[in-house]
């Protein structure tokens, strides 16, 4: 088996592509269906990482495909719209049948975006421009804030800050960098802002045996959140909003109880912040809900909640009171890409067709026994298996044998992903069913039983 | 007639689309066709703006409605990979075909993103990574840099900055942000950067008959460009980047000389800043030039060049130092879209095959030239009208009268763009003719006779 690792920087004139990573190759998409992947050889290969998370029904789906024949749909992907002034007509209806259908609960309103870290960002810009009109008590910016806004000053540019986990991911443009906090690689030699960064608890898994002592470690991190709070307000950047993911991802899987998000909603509203679900990576059904902060079971479980990936398109759904004052505020050329929105109504209905939710529940269920049962079996490889639906993971003994182990798994046909040091993740499309988890689970302990 | 200006934020569960600027309204795209935009009750519309001048050959375009036919091109459309780890078999030579087809003079390498904001984001990510390990003279990051890093903090993230300039407009995420200096409406409330602006060239128009004015003014900027460079040096914020745009579009469509931007570019490199030209508005033909540098007539533009909108994916190019290091400095989940790198593989053959390049030095002559009739015929309302091919602007006299301009236009059938505090601007396709100009200025004089 011939894999072509891709590093095509070195000719002149030609696209820079140099990730040299555990699983880098070139793909043949035409061939490539449900949850298999196939190589440029034709090699056919069981995908448990789905493009980072963000194929939501598998490859070449049929209904996807058939929404491309419909010769009503192909103006949608021809004339791209400078969507904040010129929607298309159906776009309302679009979005009605598509993101609206799935609202986070207390959540009215939704903004597109094309990607992630648009999302996150302007996210974050409409907790600031909240949080300034609410310490203002009213919409009215004084003389000084116009003036000064202009040349990057105080307080037109005003010294807010949003308060983020260590460990979290949110995004690498420079407002979501600053609350990215889980590898270097990220971050090196990118300026950066002064905002408070609080523990992200560190459980110990199963959740369910250690509850006394993962509700001390959630205390302490809440108490801290609230002292950081506090000293950025003295130190006159008071946090306008707190931004989380309901499982840190990229940053290695790490989980939290619904108890502690709920604490921490209630800590961001007794200090005035907004809070921030960034369900970019868990959102879309991996977790067996729709939204991963459904499992907190609030009626108001935020302010904001951001989602990119498997929606396809970018964007942030939000509370009335987060709308910003005027127009143009929130604004770019294309805030997001109606032809996307158009695969999500046609996504959205295949999930309730099928009950992939309930599939995800029943296969992620199986997946994580099959990782209880094999971290019993190699205890020096594997340790702190976790998970909820199929979004899934496992830690490995080091990084350097967690890289060889995706290595050795790809060559025998499982896409897999890293994440945090030495964890490995588990993200394949909501059609993966029991099947895929055996098939995967034979892979894997052959390559583990080859590692011990 | 009855024009749908869109205000749809009051129902609960709605989509919130808010703006109820100067020309916004529902538009029916399959109806639209080449430069006509027809709204939901089928009003015909010449449009000059082109979704904030981001069509590059109308709408509905045969070529591409073509290319949807395909069916090999289907899957391109249905499985968006995750272009920094598993792109298509098909990508380098979509990339070849399409941006290293037009790839500025001295650059050899092209990195796409999804939108203008995310290219300028890490087009400045790419300066400050290069800067850096220039600083250190090698590639290896000290202990200090890994630890810092990850808490926001120098020397990990360090006090660099980057240099705009007045009147400037390069995104509105928070990096590009802190480089935007055009409207308050884009930056009130968001907490920025310490970065020098310098102040852009106030040229007198037509740029011929002032030429020792200009100059002046010019060099007045330069001084100060320099002057900034070195004081910001000294406060500990060095310089790692120079951005600008080849015509300040959104802040005005204000134009400087190509002798400015030569001396401009031997600034930065004496000063040892990267050179960026943001080409987001003005790249991809309408000023008769596929790039607008290309009139400064240099082998070697720039260090880096920025694209998104006609382009239909953003992205940036650069020179081959401006590679980071390592893979993942630069890295998100799509890094672009290849469904609208095929779109602008038949968008340049289009361009070639009909040289439109050609046509735009034509009518835009025509445009520029109905331009200088009109402001001589109404010296009260038009002044300083410029233009390089079809990107051109006029000043009205003030922004009430602009405004009023733009919505009496409008309802006789042409589609037009504000910018700046009073102008106009012109941003038509690149199939725009002889035959649109003399139509626009039939019906723009009508409207200017109303309101003289």
């Given at each position: 088996?011939?894999?072509?690792?891709?590093?095509?920087?070195?000719?002149?004139?030609?696209?820079?592509?140099?990730?040299?990573?555990?699983?880098?190759?070139?793909?043949?998409?035409?061939?490539?269906?449900?949850?298999?992947?196939?190589?440029?050889?034709?090699?056919r290969m069981l995908d448990l990482y789905t493009q980072i998370s963000s194929i939501p029904i598998g490859y070449n789906h049929p209904a996807l495909l058939k929404l491309m024949a419909n010769p009503n749909n192909l103006s949608?992907?021809?004339?791209?719209?400078?969507?904040?002034?010129?929607?298309?007509?159906?776009?309302?209806?679009?979005?009605?049948?598509?993101?609206?259908?799935?609202?986070?609960?207390?959540?009215?309103?939704?903004?597109?975006?094309?990607?992630?870290?648009?999302?996150?960002?302007?996210?974050?810009?409409?907790?600031?421009?909240?949080?300034?009109?609410?310490?203002?008590?009213?919409?009215?910016?004084?003389?000084e804030d116009l003036s000064t806004c202009m040349i990057n000053q105080a307080p037109g540019c005003p010294d807010l800050s949003i308060l983020s986990f260590m460990g979290g991911f949110h995004g690498r443009t420079?407002?979501?960098?600053?609350?990215?906090?889980?590898?270097?690689?990220?971050?090196?030699?990118?300026?950066?802002?002064?905002?408070?960064?609080?523990?992200?608890?560190?459980?110990?898994?199963?959740?369910?045996?250690?509850?006394?002592?993962?509700?001390?470690?959630?205390?302490?991190?809440?108490?801290?959140?609230?002292?950081?709070?506090?000293?950025?307000?003295?130190?006159?950047?008071?946090?306008?909003?707190?931004?989380?993911?309901?499982?840190?991802?990229?940053?290695?899987?790490?989980?939290?109880?619904?108890?502690?998000?709920?604490?921490?909603?209630?800590?961001?509203?007794?200090?005035?912040?907004?809070?921030?679900?960034?369900?970019?990576?868990?959102?879309?059904?991996?977790?067996?809900?729709?939204?991963?902060?459904?499992?907190?079971?609030?009626?108001?479980?935020?302010?904001?909640?951001?989602?990119?990936?498997?929606?396809?398109?970018?964007?942030?759904?939000?509370?009335?009171?987060?709308?910003?004052?005027?127009?143009?505020?929130?604004?770019?050329?294309?805030?997001?890409?109606?032809?996307?929105?158009?695969?999500?109504?046609?996504?959205?209905?295949?999930?309730?067709?099928?009950?992939?939710?309930?599939?995800?529940?029943?296969?992620?269920?199986?997946?994580?026994?099959?990782?209880?049962?094999?971290?019993?079996?190699?205890?020096?490889?594997?340790?702190?298996?976790?998970?909820?639906?199929?979004?899934?993971?496992?830690?490995?003994?080091?990084?350097?044998?967690?890289?060889?182990?995706?290595?050795?798994?790809?060559?025998?046909?499982?896409?897999?992903?890293?994440?945090?040091?030495?964890?490995?993740?588990?993200?394949?499309?909501?059609?993966?069913?029991?099947?895929?988890?055996?098939?995967?689970?034979?892979?894997?302990?052959?390559?583990?039983?080859?590692?011990?």
């Amino acid at each position: 088996m011939h894999y072509h690792y891709y590093k095509i920087i070195v000719n002149p004139g030609h696209v820079s592509l140099q990730n040299v990573g555990a699983v880098n190759f070139f793909c043949n998409y035409d061939d490539s269906r449900g949850n298999y992947l196939v190589d440029v050889d034709g090699n056919r290969m069981l995908d448990l990482y789905t493009q980072i998370s963000s194929i939501p029904i598998g490859y070449n789906h049929p209904a996807l495909l058939k929404l491309m024949a419909n010769p009503n749909n192909l103006s949608t992907f021809v004339n791209r719209p400078a969507l904040g002034i010129l929607p298309p007509e159906n776009f309302p209806d679009k979005i009605t049948e598509s993101l609206i259908s799935v609202a986070p609960s207390g959540m009215t309103r939704v903004q597109t975006m094309a990607c992630g870290s648009c999302s996150n960002e302007n996210a974050f810009k409409s907790m600031f421009i909240w949080y300034r009109n609410k310490e203002r008590g009213h919409n009215s910016p004084s003389e000084e804030d116009l003036s000064t806004c202009m040349i990057n000053q105080a307080p037109g540019c005003p010294d807010l800050s949003i308060l983020s986990f260590m460990g979290g991911f949110h995004g690498r443009t420079m407002g979501c960098l600053a609350t990215t906090h889980s590898k270097i690689i990220h971050k090196l030699d990118v300026p950066s802002f002064d905002w408070p960064i609080a523990p992200f608890p560190r459980l110990q898994y199963p959740l369910e045996e250690f509850t006394r002592e993962n509700a001390q470690e959630e205390a302490r991190c809440l108490e801290e959140v609230e002292d950081l709070i506090v000293k950025w307000r003295q130190k006159g950047r008071p946090v306008a909003g707190i931004v989380i993911e309901p499982i840190q991802a990229e940053g290695g899987d790490n989980h939290a109880s619904p108890d502690f998000f709920r604490k921490l909603r209630g800590i961001a509203r007794k200090h005035g912040c907004a809070f921030h679900a960034d369900e970019v990576q868990t959102g879309g059904g991996s977790t067996g809900k729709f939204w991963a902060h459904e499992h907190w079971g609030m009626e108001d479980p935020a302010d904001i909640v951001s989602f990119s990936k498997k929606l396809l398109s970018g964007g942030y759904f939000y509370r009335d009171e987060l709308q910003a004052d005027k127009p143009y505020r929130i604004f770019n050329t294309w805030m997001g890409d109606p032809s996307k929105n158009l695969f999500l109504a046609e996504v959205l209905n295949v999930i309730r067709r099928e009950n992939l939710l309930e599939e995800v529940a029943r296969s992620g269920k199986a997946l994580l026994d099959g990782l209880y049962d094999l971290q019993a079996q190699f205890p020096g490889l594997l340790s702190r298996a976790r998970g909820q639906g199929t979004f899934c993971a496992v830690d490995v003994c080091d990084a350097a044998t967690r890289d060889r182990i995706l290595l050795q798994t790809r060559d025998k046909g499982v896409i897999l992903g890293g994440c945090g040091e030495s964890s490995i993740r588990f993200r394949p499309a909501l059609i993966f069913r029991d099947y895929h988890v055996h098939l995967f689970l034979n892979i894997f302990s052959d390559v583990l039983a080859h590692n011990k």
